[in-house]
T-cell receptor, first 112, second 110 residues
Framework: DSGVTQTPKHLITATGQRVTLRCSPR?????VYWYQQSLDQGLQFLIQYYNGEERAKGNILERFSAQQFPDLHSELNLSSLELGDSALYFCASTGGPADTQYFGPGTRLTVL | EDKVVQSPLSLVVHEGDTVTLNCSYE??????LLWYKQEKKAPTFLFML????IEKKSGRLSSILDKKELFSILNITATQTGDSAVYLCAASGANSKLTFGKGITLSVRP
């Protein structure tokens, strides 16, 4: 158990819908990272937040957005969902200058 | 664009064999190289390497980084069926952003 929690574990929804994925980092960690993992693309970095502020952006679609709240939990919002958005979404956290990222168990999103 | 390439893509060995997994990287503002093991769930951390030539070891696993040639290897000796997994290599660049390779699928047969 990495100490990073994610909810829900599974999500099944229809095209065009909007969903919110939630992540709570390890106690004391200020940085939260979101990743998408699909079979053909591997793990893709989406976005990073540090202490409530966006720090880095990766291959994140405009239909996707994220935020980190004062209690440091983060949410990833996915809208106008398409079939290709079906994937595992991981959240990871890290404490400070160290680069080791600890991953949550992931949310499996299925878009039908 | 940052890039991490792992090879081979997959590997099948028998218990007791030794395997070497390769990872090459091109990352702007490189900070560190990380190895993760992924079974049917989240990646779990194995090693973080920041200095060239210094081997990190954990049981039967070891890893080393060559910052001049921009690659790393992960060795597993005396493989066991429990080592079967996808091994991910990631390079950390600016803002600790990780760029992952596609992973190496290792299957260890009894």
């Amino acid at each position: 158990d990495s100490g990073v929690t994610q909810t829900p574990k599974h999500l099944i929804t229809a095209t065009g819908q909007r969903v919110t994925l939630r992540c709570s980092p390890r106690s004391g960690d200020l940085s939260v990272y979101w990743y998408q993992q699909s079979l053909d693309q591997g793990l893709q970095f989406l976005i990073q937040y540090y202490n409530g502020e966006e720090r880095a952006k990766g291959n994140i679609l405009e239909r996707f957005s994220a935020q980190q709240f004062p209690d440091l939990h983060s949410e990833l919002n996915l809208s106008s969902l398409e079939l290709g958005d079906s994937a595992l979404y991981f959240c990871a956290s890290t404490g400070g200058p160290a680069d080791t990222q600890y991953f949550g168990p992931g949310t499996r999103l299925t878009v039908l | 664009e940052d890039k991490v390439v792992q090879s081979p893509l997959s590997l099948v060995v028998h218990e007791g064999d030794t395997v070497t997994l390769n990872c090459s990287y091109e990352v702007t503002n490189f900070r560190s190289l990380l190895w993760y093991k992924q079974e049917k769930k989240a990646p779990t951390f194995l090693f973080m390497l920041t200095s060239s030539g210094i081997e990190k070891k954990s049981g039967r696993l070891s890893s080393i980084l060559d910052k001049k040639e921009l690659f790393s290897i992960l060795n597993i000796t005396a493989t066991q069926t429990g080592d079967s997994a996808v091994y991910l290599c990631a390079a950390s660049g600016a803002n600790s952003k990780l760029t992952f390779g596609k992973g190496i699928t290792l299957s260890v047969r009894p």
